[in-house]
């Protein structure tokens, strides 16, 4: 079935270091994988997302990439700050429309 | 574009009592997704509309929970009896069709089933 392993379920990094988030999902035939920052009380909002025929996209301090033989994808943070305190979710889209949800990350930037 | 609206923000109600919960799509949004937030269970998809039809409801949980989506800007999630293991964030989500599969999310419905 349609599935997402997230690891890890949390994560504390020294401010200034670097953040890596993994995730395998089980679906060969998904071509987007989006992820989704939430701060605590608020909503999941999208950071960044790849498709299928892109292998890194990269947006200022945050970068994904894309190993579709092996399914799995990864989230990097550089020069973490304090505001990357979050939980950081990635998705992919499964058959149909919808998108599955990995468990999440806590991520905890100690300055 | 205010996003997606939902309400309440908030309910706190006693087991056996229903629970309905409101949701705005963003105008123009073909797709809107009902999710479910729970420390346990995480993100999880309840349902899912396309033009206002139920397209896939295999995440509800049982036959209490139904969800109806009368026109293209309203939806509804409801509970009925509701049990305090319902107590959760039930997130509303919108993306326009053919667009690059963003979505986005309100604010979310923070329940508590006494």
């Known amino acids: 079935g349609e599935n997402v392993e997230q690891h890890p379920s949390t994560l504390s990094v020294q401010e200034g270091d670097s953040a890596v988030i993994k995730c395998t999902y089980s679906?060969?035939?998904?071509?987007?994988f989006p992820w989704y920052k939430q701060e605590l009380g608020k909503r999941p909002q999208l950071i960044i997302d790849i498709r299928s025929n892109v292998g890194e996209k990269k947006d200022q301090r945050i970068a994904v990439t894309l190993n579709k033989t092996a399914k799995h994808f990864s989230l990097h943070i550089t020069e973490t700050q304090p505001e990357d305190s979050a939980v950081y979710f990635c998705a992919f889209k499964a058959a149909g429309n919808k998108l599955t949800f990995g468990g999440g990350t806590r991520v905890l930037v100690k300055p | 574009d205010a996003g997606v609206i939902q309400s309440p923000r908030h309910e706190v109600t006693e087991m056996g009592q229903e629970v309905t919960l409101r949701c705005k799509p963003i105008s123009g949004h073909d797709y809107l997704f009902w999710y479910r937030q729970t420390m346990m269970r995480g993100l999880e998809l309840l349902i899912y509309f396309n033009n206002n039809v139920p397209i896939d409801d295999s995440g509800m949980p049982e036959d209490r929970f139904s969800a109806k989506m009368p026109n293209a800007s309203f939806s509804t999630l409801k509970i009925q009896p509701s049990e305090p293991r319902d107590s959760a964030v039930y997130f509303c989500?919108?993306?326009?069709?053919?667009?690059?599969?963003?979505?986005?999310f309100g604010a979310g419905s923070r329940l508590t089933v006494l």
């Open positions: 679906d060969s035939a998904s071509n987007y």
């Open positions: 989500a919108s993306r326009r069709q053919g667009e690059a599969n963003v979505l986005t």
